[in-house]
């Protein structure tokens, strides 16, 4: 139980393009979702956290209108990175905190994880 | 605001060695402590947890107990495998509305044959 997916697992695109991440919790349901972005050989740094129906709230640094979450259901968040530079080429992680229905509520399940190379 | 110190790597192990990654943490009330693995390409796997003092997680050979005296959740396995070769993040997460992780730098550990 606690599965969550994440879609594309990997994506190229072109500088001054956007791009969506989709992150699902499959078999419970997320009120709470979290996104991360990990650099090479570094540890996960939380981008946002998102709640279902509500705007998300950004951690300091990050800029929300560059990196758009949408946490339309209790089931999926995406997160658009928009007018995609290469410094943004990045592994991005989403989470979904557990409870309604699977995991437990104070764990955090992750995705497998979205490779972003901007070109 | 809470903080994870973990053992820096790399840590180089030969096959069936023992395996010690030590973790402090510094948290308000009373934290739920975490060890994830992060195997190369891949999200983070939760490997255990454990929730109150005294409490020993455990999963696939690997534990970790809450020790709230001395603030630490140290990793051990008796014997390391090659397939045990992995990222090991520690992390606590003491509550509040959202149950935010805070994360440790990771440990990589590779295990050779």
């Known amino acids: 139980g606690a599965v969550v997916s994440q879609h594309p697992s990997r994506v190229i695109c072109k500088s001054g393009t956007s791009v969506k991440i989709e992150c699902r919790s499959l078999d419970f349901q997320a009120t709470t979702m979290f996104w991360y972005r990990q650099f090479p050989k570094q540890s996960l740094m939380l981008m946002a956290t998102?709640?279902?129906?509500?705007?998300?709230?950004?951690e300091q640094g990050v800029e929300k209108d560059k990196f758009l979450i949408n946490h339309a259901s209790l089931t999926l968040s995406t997160l658009t990175v928009t007018s995609a530079h290469p410094e943004d080429s990045s592994f991005y992680i989403c989470?979904?905190?557990?409870?309604?229905?699977?995991?437990?509520?104070?764990?955090?399940?992750f995705g497998p994880g979205t490779r972003l190379t901007v070109l | 605001g809470d903080s994870v110190t973990q053992m820096e790597g790399p840590v180089t192990l030969s096959e069936e060695a023992f395996l010690t990654i030590n973790c402090t943490y510094t948290?308000?009330?009373?934290?739920?402590l975490f060890w994830y693995v992060q195997y190369p390409g891949e999200g983070l796997q939760l490997l255990l947890k454990a929730t109150k003092a005294d409490d020993k997680g455990s999963n696939k050979g690997f534990e970790a107990t809450y020790r709230k005296e001395t603030t630490s959740f140290h990793l051990e396995k008796g014997s390391v495998q090659v397939s045990d070769s992995a990222v090991y993040f520690c992390?606590?997460?003491?509550?509040?509305?959202?149950?935010?992780?805070?994360f440790g730098k990771g440990t990589l550990l590779t295990v050779n044959p």
């Open positions: 992390a606590v997460n003491s509550g509040g509305s959202n149950y935010k992780l805070t």
């Open positions: 998102s709640n279902e129906g509500s705007k998300a709230t950004y």
């Open positions: 948290a308000t009330g009373y934290p739920s």
């Open positions: 989470s979904a905190r557990g409870g309604g229905g699977g995991g437990a509520p104070d764990t955090q399940y």
